[in-house]
Each structure stands twice: as C-alpha cells, then as structure tokens.
C-alpha cells in the first residue's frame, strides 16, 4: 500500500467525534459524519487510516453503480466479512430494503463499545434511490444513534453532499460535516522533503492529490519525477486524470469536449465555442453549467472597483490543468513506451504553462498571508477584454467588487530570472490602467528567483509556502 501523508487536522477530527460515540451520553452514543471532497482527493485512505489507528471493529461499504437491491446486497455481504463481532450471523442474511438491512447490521455491532460503519459513495446510492436520504435518517435515529456507532457517509459530488445538509433535508443538523481538501504546497514540502519553490512546482503537477504524491520518492524534484512517471503507463501521474473524467464524466462527450478545450489554455466563451463548433451555444452554456457544478471548472471575474462581466474559465484543479495539457492528448505515445518524447515536449512548453498555472495558487496563498499591504481584504486578478491591461494580482479592500485598490502586483515565475527593472516598468504602467489604482497604490512581486530592485514588496517562493503552514494558536 502506497505510504499515507499524513493529515493531522482531519484524523484529530474524526478522533474527536469517535470520542463523543466513546463517551456519548445515555440512550443516544451514536453519531453521524459526512465527509466530502473531489475525487482522488483522499476520503477513502484518510477513513480507512482513521480506522486502522482507532482499533475499533468497521464495515467499510464501498458503493458500486448498480440497483438498489444489489447495493442492499453488497453491504450485507461486506458487513458479513467484515470484525463486527456478530459478523458470522450475518452470512447468508439478505434484506428487502436498506432499512431493513441497516437494522440488521445493527444487531451485529458491539453494544458496549464503539465501531463504525462507512458507507463510501453516498451521491450514488442518493442516485438510485431520492429516497434513501430519509431512510438513513429514520435508521440511524431509530437503531445506530442509540448504539456506540460513528456512521460515516462519504461523497466526491459536491453539490449533493453539500445539499444533504441542509435545511428541510433530513440528515440537517444530525452530522458533522467535514470536507477533505488536496495537500497543500506545506503538506509537499514537508513530506517530499522539497525547497519550497519545488514544493510550489510538484503541486502544480500533483494537484496535491494524496495518491500520486505518496508514489513520489522523496526528495525527487519535479523534472526528474516527470522523467520518471511518464515512463511508466501505470503511473499514478499517468491514470488519475482519466479515472476523474471517467467518473464524472464518462455520458457526456460533450462537456468532456468543452473540458478539453479549457485545458488547452483557452479562456473565453467565445474562444471555447469556437474550439468546439460540434457543440451548439445552448449545449455549451449547459456543459460550462455542468463543470462548474462539478467543480472541474472555475469561473473568474476580474477583481476592481468596478463590476465586469468578462468571465473567464480554467481547470480547477492544477493536476487535472496539467493532465489535460500534457499527459491526455499523448496517452498513445506513453502507453506504447515512449513517455521520453512526452516529456521533451512537456519541458519544452513548461516555463510558460507554469507562470500561468501558477497564478491562481499564488493568489490563494496571498489571501492567507497575514502583512499584505494596506490589509488587502480580497486578492484577485484583473484583466479587460482586449487584455490590455492583463494584472496578474489585484488586491481591493473587499470581494467581489472593492471599494478601494489596495495592491497591485506581478508574478514572475521564472528560474535563474529575477524580478527586474523591466517588469517593475511593466507594472507600473499595468497599474495606471487600471481603474482606481493611483500612483501610491503598493506594488507586490511574486517572484520564484528574487528581485533586483527594492521598489517592490518581495514574495518569495517560502513565503506562499509558509501561508499554509498551520497558525500558532
């Protein structure tokens, strides 16, 4: 099994709900949690280490798409093979409904003392039956809430499992929710053993999804991992890309389409509609609908003190970004062997892929630092329809439309280049084309090699690093 990295602040979490079932007071120990997080991102591994630490007796159900009686009959299977200590009188019992079937397994379940039942793929289940949401609910207040059970409900939909708790629905207010985020660029750097301006780099390729980043050597940086994964058909960097498509989107060619052509860099509707002229402007409205729901897509808009409606759309995740752009269009040549040529044209276009994959994190790194100039309360980036003038980061006293600008800044990714007297003169002039931005506005450099001018404030490759360590209470 691939080593699991660590995540401190999630595992503490589920311990201290497992504590209150441990503790829970009389007639009701049971509790409920529902865990969410995008695909690849970890949910599974982080129950299953949660388990595996605790000691207490599991039914791990992983949801297979299928009827709703054969689901019913899959988890009494793995409830029968699983250390429930009445596992054996579940062999060969079948149920009607999952009603009956959690009732079942409730018997089975120590009565003094705590174990947990995972039900991993809860938007599938909700899939084939709407009505399986008021069916746990009625389960778990009738039978698991009155026992030592933490009942744990994991999903990769957002929307669906964001919508579970809310109100009028009826798991509202009955669970804790939790929601599972990729590894960040201070999860990297301290488990990869990687200088921060490595750590920022692997995560652009990684997305900071757990599974291609425990099969990453430690201290290997990122070309020579690159060399190393693209030999390889099998590599984690090589499959995770085509099972997230094919889980969200394998129906859909035509949001795939859609999703192929942000990957490849364009930005624009009208860009995006020309690349996919297959695709009518109705059903790319629907497909560009449907990745933002899922949340592969992200739609931005400029950030000033002015409204804008110029959207413009990128893969949400970093490692999806770069999958698409470089490892999807070439799985032929890496499948029959030949990831060497891959990567000679990966290494070819990665300075200029990087500086702009490399924005949006930037940008999110900023908004947890703590010192920025003028306390920027939202950090952006602006641009115009004609892209003059194009701002890689704009600071304003507030979201989504500021009162004030508060900062303006350039992001200068380069190695063995420093920030210099040419970029400050570019961004100076940025800065006077952008409405409300006055000559006293402060200029931020965001630069992976330094500055050669002390006009700006400097950024450094360990400060983005240092904004996701956790803060000292």
Known sequence: MDRFIEKASELGKLQRVLAKVEGGRAGRPGRAVLIRGSRRVGKSRLVEEFVRRSGVPCVFYSVARGTPDRQVREFLSAAAASDLPGAPSLAGRSAGSWEEALGIVATAVPQDTPSVIVLDGLPLLLEGDPGLEST????????????????????????????????????????????????????????????????????????????????????????????????DPASALVVTGERILASELAPDAQAR????????????????????????????????????????????????????????????????????????????????????????????????????????????????????????????????????????????????????????????????????RRDLSELIVRRSKLPGAGADVPLLAVSRSGTATAEVTLVTPEDLVNAWRPRES
């Not at 990687?194 to 050597?217: F, N, Y």
């Not at 276009?349 to 924005?359: E, G």
């Open 257 to 420: 389409a859609v999703l192929n052509a942000v990957g490849s860099g364009l930005r624009t509707h009208s860009s995006i509609g020309r690349a996919v002229p297959e695709v009518p402007r109705a059903s790319l409205n629907r497909a560009l609908q449907l990745l933002v729901e899922k949340r592969l897509v992200s739609a931005d808009l400029p950030l000033a003190t002015r409204p804008s409606r110029e959207t413009r759309y990128r893969v949400a995740g970093t490692h999806l970004g770069f999958w698409l752009s470089f490892v999807g269009p070439r799985l032929p040549e890496i499948e029959r062997g030949r990831g060497d040529l891959t990567l000679a044209r990966l290494l070819r276009s990665w300075a200029p892929w990087r500086s702009a994959a490399v924005a949006p994190l930037v940008r999110e790194s900023l908004r947890r630092m703590e010192g920025l100039p003028a306390k920027a309360g939202a950090i952006g980036g602006y641009w115009t329809r004609t892209g003059d003038p194009e701002i890689d980061v704009v600071g304003t006293d507030r979201g989504p439309v500021g009162e004030r600008i508060t900062l303006v800044g350039s992001i200068t990714w380069l190695e063995e280049r420093p920030f210099d």
């Open 136 to 231: 746990l609910q009625v389960a778990f207040a009738r039978e698991l809430s009155r026992r030592p059970v933490m009942l744990v409900l994991i999903g990769s939909d957002p929307a669906v499992m964001e919508a579970v708790n809310q109100p009028g629905r009826p798991f509202y207010m009955r669970a804790v929710e939790m929601a599972v985020h990729p590894l960040t660029p201070a999860d990297l750097a301290a488990a990869l053993e990687l200088p921060a301006a490595e750590a920022v780099d692997a995560h652009l390729v990684s997305g900071g999804l757990p599974m291609i980043c425990a099969r990453w050597p430690r201290g290997l940086g990122v070309r020579q991992y690159l060399r190393q994964a693209l030999a």
